[in-house]
């Protein structure tokens, strides 16, 4: 078994990364820091100082507790590089099984303290109004108050669990259903599901469709007319093929027969759905840990997305032009520039092949 000798463990202020490295990114390089702890110094103190009371432990008589800075350092650069705890020992001079416990209680922090705030959806009708104002403002689409799609996160396999984490794809994983707004920010987020399910059960087992079906969300909007339009039409979601249909949520045209409004249509639908997948694709090239077969417990990979969910959100709520070039753009004069991450196949490619005639003019 490899083991960290006591003697490294005490070298940790002089040689670990937090109490070196990061002290020269920070005062020589903050753009490397960035890279590197995923957020700007600036950001990268505010979370430990919100931290602070949660993860501090009091001393004893065998050993000195960890600095709440270090563990916060540990797990944001376990989120971001997807590094066993076996392999960052060595640089962070913490032995391995200390920092699966650092690891988690960080992440339970992170959600207790940022979860309310930063990953809800709005509770006024004003604020239902203001999401599909910024849906229509970007993406041409008006009364749309969010996109929902699934996405799978590859874990070991739990034990005895049979085929209830596999997936069609062929790994074991749990799914991240997610809404998100027309900033790729999260406002819901259910990491319930296993590998098996498929977005659609996920969704008609949550707590958005209780919700919505029942018309029981605060402050939703009342059908009122479209811009231009004197015929009231509900307020939705937007998603693939996998939902049903609803007055709340809504979907594309069947592909067979399509009259010519009717792939107008399904292009601008398709064009503002896809902001959640690119939200999932920025998600995980921040976050490589989701790109990777993670070695935990299913528990804990389920609050690992959503504390990397909720770290991502504070990115865009403080830095959005950070990662701007990582999104798509529309253009003035209507079409879509692709941003440089583009999770799963082409959209675009598919998008182009149900339109037969161009339509840059009108869309």
């Known amino acids: 078994m490899i083991t960290i000798y006591r003697s490294a463990l005490l070298r940790r202020p002089t040689h670990g990364l937090y109490d070196k490295l990061m002290v020269e990114l920070r005062n020589e390089d903050p753009r490397a820091f960035q890279h590197f702890m ?16 949660t993860l501090t432990k009091q001393d004893t008589n065998y050993r ?17 590089s997807g590094n066993t705890y076996r392999n ?8 391995h099984n200390t920092i699966s416990v650092v690891v988690r209680e960080v992440i ?33 689409f008006p009364h749309t108050v969010g996109a929902i799609d699934g996405k ?43 590998g098996s399910s498929s977005d659609a059960q996920i969704y008609n087992n949550s707590d958005l469709h209780r919700e919505l079906n029942h018309n029981r969300i605060h402050g939703f909007p009342q059908p009122d007319p479209l811009p231009k339009d004197n015929q009231d039409v509900p307020y939705f979601i937007i998603g693939d093929d996998a939902f049903s249909l609803r007055t709340y949520l809504m979907k594309p045209y069947s592909t067979r027969n399509l009259t010519h409004e009717e792939r107008i249509f ?74 440089a991450w583009r999770e799963g196949r082409n959209l675009e490619d598919t998008i182009k092949r149900l339109i037969l005639t161009p339509f840059s003019s009108v869309v």
């Open 266 to 339: 399904n292009y601008r639908l398709s064009r503002a759905r896809r902001v959640v997948e690119n939200a999932f694709g920025i998600l995980a090239n921040r976050f490589q840990v989701l790109l990777t077969t993670m070695q935990h417990h299913h528990e804990t990979v389920r609050i690992i997305v959503e504390a990397c969910c909720i770290l991502h959100n504070l990115m865009r709520t403080r830095h959005p032009v950070l990662q701007d070039r990582l999104v798509d753009r529309s253009e003035p004069d209507g079409n879509l520039q692709p941003g």
């Open 152 to 194: 799978h996160v590859a874990c070991k396999a739990p034990p005895n669990s049979g085929s209830e984490f596999y997936n069609y794809k062929g790994f074991y994983s749990v799914i991240l259903f997610a809404m998100v707004d027309a900033d790729y920010k999260f406002i819901y987020t259910d990491v319930s599901g296993n």
């Open 64 to 80: 000195a507790s960890l600095e709440p800075g270090l563990k916060v350092a540990i797990t944001l650069r376990h989120l971001a």
């Open 108 to 140: 339970e922090a992170i959600i207790a303290e940022y979860a309310d705030v930063l990953l809800c959806c709005p509770t006024t009708e004003q604020g239902w109004r203001d999401l599909a104002d910024q849906w229509y403002q970007r993406w041409n």
């Open 38 to 53: 995923r957020m700007p110094p600036a950001m990268f103190d505010e979370v430990v100082q919100r931290l602070t009371p």
């Open 88 to 95: 960052m020992q060595y640089a962070w001079r913490v032995p």
